[in-house]
């Protein structure tokens, strides 16, 4: 035989372990074992064979014409030959398959071939044991003798192989055929008798280029001619007929009950242009599912699918339908999987559903729904997966959605806003649901009622418009809950009682599980102030480590500013005055007042106000712990008596002050800024009591007198020496 340098590869079932398998050599071959890999090589001549025992194959790498390997493959019980981009000589396989040492083989995969001639008598001789032939991708010219020497074949697979046409009689020896697969060649028509007295079960004619097709085989079963440029077919004589697919054909319309002689019970026409008739699948009791999709229907017959009461799944998906008559699911009652999606259906109709009380799947996604009233789908007690998104869903009404079946609702991608009770749209009837997609829809708040859903495993409401999440609001789940609220406009994430609802929880230190929420927050630029303190903390590790346990948060959130919000500092978190929640409070009128809940704090900021007299009103609290004062830049020349105020911090630098009475400073502070004024001495000094609490003291900046005037100056550098950082 005339070899290419090419690779055959042998599939087989092995006899003997390796172990027991003979290494032979002679002058001409060397042999080697590997145990570890349970692999033996044989070298002749630079033409090597590998046997791999885990693997049952054979690999075997030729360089020359003839090689005699005999005496290895006679050891092998091989029931698989492989061939990959060889020239077959006209020899044949048998042939080869006697220089191999090969007796015989039940499969035989030609890929890729190079054959000098059509495909004679002589390439397949003798080959009476072959049960698999399978040629492709290979440019193949058939006789009406090319299968001769493969009687026995139940197999055959002729894919890729360009072929034109199929000889008169060039199945009549194939006897036991039952498998038959000529999908990607070129066939235009085909013979109505060419397969008589040839007992095949599937045949696969997908890709060619058949135009009309009238078959004679009473055995067969499975039939696909999909992608071909059929305008008619007919059926009549195929009894057994189980499966058909039509895909991508030119069938614009058939005669009704066209199957009726059939035993169909699976038929597929996807993507056409096609009318149904009357009857069209009627009184098909066998008929299980049907796909009629990307059709372009507008309208299919209220008799469509009559007296056929055994089909479970339908799909009248991705066509132009707006409505279905209102009787088409009469005989329809042990449905279980309904699709209409990619429609223009516009309301769901309750008569037309009543019958589908076994339906446990409906698929409505991609229409034009706007509204489900409490009937609509009342009358669907088993459904399980409800399929909505895709609609102009802005309204669902209380009682809508009472199916205690359900375990999927998707309303993704709809127009929802609002889903409070209060607004007549309630979840409280899916006890058993367990994933809830409301993702890029427009709702705003958490308002509705999910403390019965006890199986809820997912909520994913990514893509709407909240600007707040509190722990309220989420906590009273009865189950380990995934939310997804990715990419909504948060603002705020209020923690502020995570701690204490952790507290009145159950949960404990020792328990090792998951965490009873599992939030997903991404997307989004938060306000960097107090109102997100508590989720600050959270999120640097700050607060018990049992809270934890109660909920996890995955974020990606930022600052305004950019800054990634994990990364902020928890003691630059400030909010308004106005927002801090206090009735007793004093109100800010004059300056910039602010909480910082890091240290409890007040801040009151009057800088750079052209003020001249220092605000006699300050901000005040019974909650809060101290209060800081920022007086700095302005013209100011005399500070009011302070000293009964819970001011810790005084910054009264860039002013006109002449000089300062310590003994109206604040009793308890503890920061003081006198910085750039005109202060030549301090005076009224009394050193026992004054200034306690004083750990910084800057003085830089001042016209300070050094005179017998000055005493009380120099007194009090002298006892807060160590507090002064400038002077």
Request: charge should be neutral; glycine fraction near 2%.
């Amino acid at each position: 035989m005339n070899w290419l340098t090419n690779i055959i590869v042998l599939q087989l079932i092995l006899g003997q372990a390796l172990s027991y398998l003979t290494c032979l050599k002679s002058q001409k071959c060397s042999c080697q074992k590997n145990f570890e890999i349970d692999e033996i090589e044989v070298t002749c001549n630079s033409s090597t064979v590998r046997a791999n025992m885990k693997r049952s194959l054979v690999e075997i790498q030729c360089n020359f014409d003839q090689i005699q390997w005999e005496q290895f493959f006679n050891q092998i019980n091989v029931k698989q030959l492989n061939y990959k981009n060889c020239i077959l000589s006209d020899s044949g396989i048998h042939h080869n398959m006697a220089i191999l040492g090969i007796n015989e083989v039940k499969d035989i995969y030609l890929i890729n071939m190079k054959l000098i001639s059509s495909l004679e008598r002589s390439y397949l001789i003798h080959l009476e044991s072959l049960n698999l032939l399978d040629i492709s991708s290979t440019n193949l010219i058939l006789t009406n003798e090319s299968f001769e020497g493969t009687p026995h074949l139940k197999q055959l697979f002729l894919r890729d192989n360009n072929i034109e046409e199929l000889p008169n009689g060039v199945f009549k020896r194939l006897r036991n055929l039952e498998i038959l697969d000529l999908g990607g060649n070129k066939l235009s028509k085909i013979d109505s008798d060419i397969f008589d007295g040839v007992p095949l079960t599937n045949l696969f004619l997908y890709s060619n280029h058949l135009k009309t097709l009238n078959l004679n085989i009473p055995s067969l079963k499975h039939l696909d001619v999909s992608n071909n440029r059929l305008t008619s077919i007919t059926v009549e004589n195929l009894n057994k007929l189980v499966q058909l697919s039509l895909n991508k054909n030119n069938i614009i319309t058939v005669t009704g009950k066209l199957f009726k002689n059939t035993s169909l019970e699976f038929i597929k026409y996807n993507y056409g242009n096609f009318t149904v008739p009357d009857e069209f699948l009627s009184s098909l009791y066998n008929l299980n599912e049907v796909q009629l999709t990307y059709l372009k229907l507008e309208n299919v017959p209220e008799n469509m699918i009559w007296n056929s009461s055994n089909i479970t799944v339908l799909s009248l998906a991705s066509n132009r339908l707006k409505e279905l008559p209102v009787n088409f699911f009469r005989d329809s009652n042990k449905m279980k999987v309904l699709n209409l999606s990619k429609n223009q259906i516009e309301k769901i109709d309750h008569q037309l559903l009543k019958p589908l009380t076994q339906l446990e799947e409906l698929n409505l996604s991609n229409n034009l729904i706007s509204q489900i009233n409490n009937n609509g789908l009342s009358c669907l007690g088993n459904l399980i997966y409800l399929y909505l998104e895709n609609n102009q869903i802005m309204n669902i009404e209380r009682r809508a959605l009472n199916m205690n079946n359900l375990k999927y609702l998707n309303l993704a991608y709809n127009k929802i806003s609002n889903l409070s009770p209060n607004n007549l749209f309630s979840f409280e009837y899916l006890g058993k649901v367990e994933v809830i997609d409301l993702s890029h829809n427009n709702i705003v708040n958490f308002a509705f009622g999910w403390h019965n859903l006890l199986k809820l495993q997912k909520v994913n409401l990514s893509k709407n418009n909240f600007t707040v999440l509190s722990i309220e609001e989420i906590h009273n789940l009865n189950t380990r809950l995934k939310i997804d609220l990715s990419l909504n406009p948060f603002k705020v994430i209020d923690l502020s009682l995570l701690e204490f609802l952790v507290r009145e929880s159950d949960i404990s230190l020792n328990t090792n599980t998951t965490p009873i929420l599992h939030v997903i927050l991404s997307g989004n630029r938060l306000i960097c102030g107090c109102q997100n303190f508590d989720f600050a903390r959270y999120l640097q590790n700050q607060m018990p480590k049992i809270t934890y346990k109660y909920i996890q948060i995955e974020q990606n959130l930022s600052c305004d500013d950019g800054t990634e919000f994990a990364n902020v500092k928890l003691d630059s978190l400030t909010c308004d005055w106005k927002f801090y929640d206090d009735v007793d409070k004093t109100d800010c009128s004059e300056c910039e007042c602010t909480f910082r809940p890091y240290d409890r704090s007040a801040i009151m900021n009057c800088s750079s106000r052209n003020l001249t007299f220092a605000p006699k009103t300050i901000i005040s609290s019974r909650h809060i712990n101290y209060i800081e004062l920022n007086l700095q830049n302005n013209s100011i020349m005399e500070l009011p008596d302070y000293k009964h105020l819970n001011i810790q911090k005084l910054n009264v630098g860039y002013n006109k002050l002449t000089k300062i009475n310590i003994t109206h400073l604040p009793k308890h502070i503890m920061e003081l800024n006198l910085e750039h004024n005109n202060l030549m001495k301090i005076s009224e000094l009394i050193l026992n009591d004054t200034l306690t609490n004083l750990n910084r003291l800057s003085m830089s900046g001042n016209p300070w007198a050094c005179n017998c005037e000055a005493n009380d100056t120099f007194k009090f550098i002298h006892k807060y020496s160590s507090k002064v950082t400038t002077i």
